[in-house]
């Protein structure tokens, strides 16, 4: 059987360890998705096509994630219309996730979900919005992922200067024990995350047999102080992914615990 990261290469995505950016995130995704693999699960992935092959219309992501779960139903969002891909078993939405609206629309339509990927803009103020507008769409017990949690866009539109990272607001909530506020959630929607997430998963640079020895601990040591509150790191760059766990029926007694995984998938 493939794993997810043959997956990725094979069906053109950067989550995996060949194509462009090669972000690796399917080595974490490999064992965090892995009791879902067989069960009926429902997930939306938000942006579906890399940039740089516009003029090609596909969606890499959906055709992995469909290989992987292979019971799923699947639905995907993006600023593009991928309504003529044919791609079985998923369902393609067009709209903006800074539009709240648009994705109350589709929630209600393809929701709820077990899983739900954001790597669209990667642009802070609309990883707010989105994870504000759909958490009420995830079931108990799903994940949140956040891809890409090191980079913003440039264009001002989407950056919004000023707007606090998805990193601080997280690694403020689950390292620091502050609460959770931002502009663009309403007060009672920062308590319900508050009190629903049970865990945050921060997830750093891969490192592998071709990082010199000193670099790959440096990382290590750093994820480990800034985990433990011994440190406050302001480079974005140390951890890529976020990944939140909701509150399942069977953990009410569970408190937050935050993790750090490499893509390796090492605990820190
Ligand atoms: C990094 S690509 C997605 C890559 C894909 N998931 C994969 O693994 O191959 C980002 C996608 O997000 C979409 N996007 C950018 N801004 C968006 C927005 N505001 N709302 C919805 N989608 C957006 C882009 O059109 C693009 O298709």
Known sequence: MATLTQLANQFNSDKGDQV?????????????????????????????QRETTQHQLDCPSLRMWLEF??????????LTDFSEVDIPRAKTYQGDQSDANRLREVAEDAGPFDI???????????QQITLGTLWPYLNP?????IEDAHW?????????????????????????????????LSDERCHELEQDIVRCTFSHPFVDERTKPQKR???REVARRVLKGKKRYSDQRLFKLIVLEKRGTADQSRGLETTAVQMTCDSV
């Open 217 to 219: 601990s440096m990382i």
């Open 20 to 48: 462009r950016c090669c972000h690796r995130y399917t080595t974490l995704y490999e064992t965090i998705f892995e009791p879902y693999r067989d069960r009926p699960i429902s997930i939306l992935e938000i942006g579906l």
């Open 152 to 184: 913003q866009p440039q264009r001002d539109v989407e950056r919004r200067e000023g707007t606090e990272t998805m990193l601080s607001i997280f690694k403020r909530f689950s390292i620091y024990g502050e609460p959770i506020e931002s502009p663009y």
């Open 116 to 126: 739900i990927i954001d790597d669209g803009s990667h642009a802070s103020a609309h």
């Open 69 to 78: 779960f292979p019971q799923a139903k699947i639905a995907g969002f993006d």
């Open 141 to 145: 017990g799903g994940l949140f992922v």
